[in-house]
C-alpha cells in the first residue's frame, strides 16, 4: 500500500463529532421525490438529480430546472458522455439519452433487447458500460452490444457495481471481482485476494480512484493490484466498523467521505467525524462528491445539504483569473498559460472524473506531455495554494 493511506494508521476510534461546514440548497424538490440518481458534470457546472417520478432535477447557477421523462419509471442511475449528453436508467430496463433538448430511448440493439437487471452503468468515450443480472455489456449507440456473461460454478452470477479503469472494466459479484480486457473475461475469488480473517467480507462496490481499484470490506478499505492474469489485494489498518449499506466516495486518493453511523471525512491525513443529526433520513446510497469536492447529501425535507463549501466558494471570477490551453484540440503537448501569477497545482480530469494527470504549477506557463491520453473531452482543474479553482476543457485526440 502506498504512502498516503499512512494516515490511517493514526485514526483515533474515540474521536468527537465535530460540528459540519455546510450550505443548504432549498430543492423544490416534493417530498415524495426520492432521489435514486445524481450525476456531477465534468466541466463543473451543472449536478442532475434523478428520482422515482421520472423527472430530471438539473442545478446550475443557483437555479433549478426541471425536465420530465416518464412519470411512470424511476430515473435510477445517471451519467455524462464525452460531448456532454446525458445517460439514464430507469425501473423498466430503459436507456436513455438526453442532450438538453430532447429524450432518445435505446430498448432494442442489434443482437437483442437488454430486458435483464440492470445493477450500474458507466459511460466512456460515448460507449456505454452495463452491469446486470448475468453479466456485463458493452455497447455504443447503433452498434452492436458486446456481452460478457459471469458463469461462477456453472450458474450466472449478478453483477452489482462495475468501473471502468484505464483500458480495462472491473466488476463486482458476491463471490467475485471480474476483470474484462481485450475482449477477455477473468474473475477472481476474493478470498483468493483478500484474507477474510483479516480483511474481512469484501462488499459488492468497486471505487476508480485516479485508476487504482479499491473495495472495502465490513473493517477495512483495500486496493486491488492487478499483475498480467493474476490479482492481489493490499489493505489498511482496520479504520472502524462498516456495515453492508454503507460506501465509500472520493474526490482523489487522499481526500473522500465515508458514511457510517456519522459522515466520516478523511482530508489529507486528517480524519473527521460529523454528527447527521442535522440530516435526520440522510439517504445512505446518494452522497456524491462534485468537481469542486463538495459533498453533496440529499435530505428526505427536500432540501441539500453541501458539506466543505469552502471548496465552492473558491471558485475563482474567471474575469479575474483565466487559463488558456494551446492547442486544444491537442494529440501530443500543449502548454497552459494563465494571466496571472500561480502557485499551487493542477490535475486533468476525464469524463468519469477519474484524474488522469497531475502535477505542480508555478509562474504563469507550464507544458505537458499528453500524448498517453486516449481521445476524447477532459477538463482542466487549476487551484492555487488558497483553493481557488478554476477549469478549462481540453479535446485530445490520438
Known amino acids: 500500500m502506498k504512502s498516503f493511506f499512512t494516515f490511517f494508521f493514526t485514526f483515533c476510534v474515540a474521536c468527537s463529532f465535530a460540528q459540519p461546514d455546510y450550505k443548504t440548497i432549498e430543492n423544490p424538490i416534493p417530498d415524495v421525490f426520492k432521489i435514486s ?65 430532447s429524450f432518445e430511448i435505446f430498448s432494442d440493439f442489434d443482437n437483442g433487447p437488454i430486458s435483464e437487471y440492470i445493477s450500474d452503468m458507466k459511460v466512456k468515450n460515448n460507449t456505454i458500460y452495463l452491469s446486470h443480472y448475468t453479466g456485463v455489456s458493452i455497447f455504443t449507440p447503433g452498434g452492436a452490444v458486446e456481452k460478457y456473461e459471469v458463469i461462477v460454478d456453472g450458474s450466472s452470477s449478478l453483477v452489482w457495481d462495475l468501473e471502468i479503469v484505464e483500458n480495462y472494466v472491473v466488476a463486482m459479484t458476491s463471490d467475485h471481482i471480474v476483470k474484462i480486457q481485450d475482449g477477455v473475461l477473468d474473475t477472481f475469488s476474493k478470498t483468493s485476494i483478500f484474507d477474510a480473517n483479516e480483511f474481512g467480507s469484501v462488499k459488492n462496490r468497486v471505487y476508480n480512484v485516479d485508476g487504482r481499484v479499491f473495495v472495502n470490506s465490513d473493517k477495512n478499505l483495500g486496493e486491488i493490484v492487478f499483475m498480467d492474469q493474476t490479482a492481489t489485494g493490499s489493505t489498511v489498518q482496520e479504520i472502524f466498523s462498516l456495515s453492508s449499506l454503507n460506501m465509500f466516495v472520493f474526490y482523489s486518493a487522499d481526500e473522500f467521505w465515508q458514511r457510517s453511523d456519522n459522515l466520516v471525512e478523511y482530508n489529507q491525513g486528517n480524519v473527521n467525524d460529523y454528527s447527521v443529526d442535522e440530516f435526520v433520513g440522510i439517504q445512505k446510497y446518494r452522497l456524491s462528491i462534485d468537481q469542486l469536492g463538495q459533498l453533496w447529501v440529499p435530505s428526505p425535507d427536500g432540501n441539500i445539504y453541501l458539506l466543505n463549501p469552502a471548496k465552492a466558494n473558491n471558485t475563482v471570477d474567471q474575469s479575474k483569473m483565466q487559463l488558456n490551453i494551446v492547442p486544444n484540440p491537442a494529440c501530443d503537448e500543449i502548454v497552459i498559460t494563465s494571466n496571472v501569477e500561480i502557485k499551487g497545482s493542477f490535475r486533468i480530469v476525464d469524463g468519469l472524473g477519474a484524474t488522469v494527470i497531475k502535477s505542480e504549477f508555478e509562474n504563469s506557463n507550464k507544458k505537458i506531455d499528453v500524448s498517453s491520453l486516449e481521445s476524447g473531452v477532459y477538463f482542466l482543474m487549476m487551484s492555487d495554494s488558497q483553493g481557488t479553482t478554476v477549469s478549462q476543457k481540453l479535446v485530445v485526440y490520438n
Do not use: P
Open 37 to 101: 440518481g445524481i450525476c456531477h458534470t465534468a466541466d463543473g457546472t451543472k449536478s442532475i438529480l434523478g428520482g422515482e417520478n421520472g423527472q430530471l432535477h438539473i442545478y446550475e447557477n443557483g437555479i433549478w430546472t426541471i425536465e420530465q421523462f416518464d412519470e411512470a419509471s424511476s430515473i435510477t442511475v445517471i451519467a455524462e458522455d464525452d460531448d456532454g449528453n446525458l445517460w439514464f436508467l430507469t425501473s423498466n430496463e430503459t436507456i436513455v439519452r438526453y442532450d438538453y433538448t
